[in-house]
């Protein structure tokens, strides 16, 4: 364990980050505890976080207003790579980590900390978000991790607490483990980590139930410019409104939830409940609008980009270089992804029934089969057979073997 005077502390006001203040000073040595609380659009009352932190021993106690950039610096690039880990989840927890490292650095320095530390355990994702960003923003800070080495269980853990003085928000009613931000909810631990026990309906907070949607569907329609949502049903909102009206839609009709076995950067597997309503709803508009505006070969060749890209975020590589290098590419592909998609949300699916934009690549008179209809039929012959030439000498060869054999 590396000895630090003044640690920079990552804090939620959850169980693990509030042990780990005391935990810091009585028994790694650690003169001053600062605690930084991140304001991702969560809706939670942050100053009894804050009053929380500093009660349980920390110094000083940071709440920071990261909204902002966190939907524009980092949700808004997720859905221009129409962003799918394993084609299903849309990285609404993984995207928070690299701008809360960011600023837990930013923070150090100003504040001459020679440490940043971290509640997460030796399981998850988060540790591996948190432990790479910081070495790849500022490689000289240590990173304190007491919750991957002080070897307690969660009951422990909360004991550990009550002796400090550190009340858990964790009854046995409530055993579930939720991280929030504007993006989603994160569900899992308690009853759900049987990956055949069927979610309760108490969980869910952003979306209702299909059986309680409405009977009758809503059509709503997303604009874009170069790729980012700018507006729904035709009146232009900032990036924070946006997702929460995208949210609200979405959500209402019951759309955006997700039960998967997802596989974790450290090797197991892990079931995870996620509502994300109006970022998979923000997706697959764009992911339409793309169709009908990006050529064949760099629509097929995104695709990969985009599984790559997903992956990187995921396992904490946001400010590496592959991560960057594919941005690059993806930033180009986005100039003509303008224009507007129309999709009907009813009971738990999001349909897509219209899109339009100036930069399609649709031309009616060569789709059409009507009168208008402009292809040359006949240059089709001399296409398919230079298109199919390989595969006629292939079969030649393999019946002349056959003759031969």
């Not at 966190?70 to 995207?95: C, D, H, K």
């Not at 790559?308 to 930033?331: H, M, N, R, T």
């Amino acid at each position: 364990m590396a000895r630090a005077k003044k640690v920079v502390l990552a804090y939620s006001g959850g169980v693990d980050t509030s042990v780990c203040i005391p935990y810091l000073i009585k028994e790694w040595g650690v003169e001053e505890v600062i605690t930084f609380a991140a304001d991702l659009g969560q809706g939670d009352e942050l100053e009894p976080i804050r009053q929380k932190a500093l009660d349980s021993g920390a110094s000083q106690s940071i709440v920071a207003d990261l909204i902002e950039p966190f939907i524009t610096e980092f949700a808004f690039p997720a859905i221009r790579a129409n962003a799918l880990y394993e084609g299903r989840y849309p990285l609404s927890t993984a995207l928070a980590r690299p701008l809360i490292a960011r600023r837990l650095v930013e923070i150090a320095r100003e504040l001459g900390a020679d440490a940043v530390a971290h509640g997460c355990t030796g399981k998850g994702n988060d540790q591996v978000r948190f432990d790479v960003a910081i070495g790849a923003l500022a490689p000289e800070l240590k990173v304190l991790t007491p919750a991957r080495e002080w070897g307690f269980s969660r009951e422990e853990t909360i004991a550990y607490g009550e002796r400090c003085g550190i009340p858990s928000p964790v009854s046995k009613k409530s055993p579930y483990s939720i991280d929030l931000n504007l993006l989603g909810r994160s569900i899992e631990a308690g009853p759900l980590e049987d990956p055949n026990v069927e979610p309760p309906e108490e969980i869910y907070a952003m979306t209702v139930s299909v059986d309680a949607a409405p009977s009758l569907g809503q059509t709503v329609e997303i604009g874009f410019e170069q790729g980012n949502p700018v507006s729904i049903d035709g009146v232009r909102l900032d990036p924070v409104a946006l997702i929460r009206r995208a949210n609200e839609l979405a959500g209402s009709h019951g759309f955006g939830r997700l039960d998967m076995l997802e596989n974790r950067v450290v090797g197991i597997k892990s079931r995870e409940i996620y509502e994300t309503p109006g970022l998979l709803l923000l997706i697959k508009a764009h992911q339409e609008l793309e169709s009908l505006t990006l050529a064949a070969d760099v629509q097929r060749y995104k695709r990969q980009i985009e599984a790559s890209w997903a992956d990187l975020v995921y396992q904490g590589l946001w400010y590496g270089p592959l991560k960057q290098a594919l941005d690059g590419f993806i930033e180009r592909t986005q100039y003509t992804v303008n224009g507007s998609v129309r999709i009907k949300l009813h009971k738990g699916n999001a349909t897509v029934v219209g899109r339009s934009s100036v930069d399609s690549l649709y031309v009616p008179d060569m789709a059409t089969y009507g009168s208008e209809d402009q292809f040359d039929h006949r240059a089709a012959a001399g296409f398919i057979y230079v298109w199919g030439l390989p595969t006629r000498l292939w079969a030649a060869a393999r019946r002349r073997d056959a003759r031969l054999g």
